[in-house]
Nanobody
Framework: QVQLVESGGGLVQAGASLRLSCAASGRSFSNYIMGWFRQAPGKEREFVAAISRSGVSRYSADSLKGRFTISRENVKNTVYLQMNSLKPEDTAVYYC?????????????????WGQGTQVTVSS
């Protein structure tokens, strides 16, 4: 069992940056692929980024490459999402997820544990 708690969300203006954090507790953090997803009001959940167990391999949604970067610190049991040049369309609840799988997944069903989410609101 893994418990995930996101933090770092908030209200910012367009063009600003935010760094989301996701702290994990429970079984060995380094055994899990970690991902970030988001869900905007009235829309389906969307893949944002994922990172391998060691942190060597990273994958981001094509539409977000260049602005969003995922990273992890296994010694701190934490995964991060650095978000730059934020746009109003980035407004959503951002969720951290953990997958006990061997490969990076981009579909929510591939993840086993989820955090409660953190709200990011970008004003124009």
């Amino acid at each position: 069992q893994v418990q995930l708690v996101e933090s770092g969300g908030g209200l910012v203006q367009a063009g600003a940056s935010l760094r989301l954090s996701c702290a994990a507790s429970g079984r060995s953090f380094s055994n899990y692929i970690m991902g970030w997803f988001r869900q905007a009001p009235g829309k389906e959940r969307e893949f944002v980024a994922a990172i391998s167990r060691s942190g060597v391999s990273r994958y981001s949604a094509d539409s977000l490459k260049g602005r969003f970067t995922i990273s992890r610190e296994n010694v701190k049991n934490t995964v991060y999402l650095q978000m730059n040049s934020l746009k109003p369309e980035d407004t959503a609840v951002y969720y951290c997820a953990a997958a006990a799988s061997l490969r990076i997944g981009v579909v929510g069903d591939e993840y086993d544990y989820w955090g409660q989410g953190t709200q990011v609101t970008v004003s124009s």
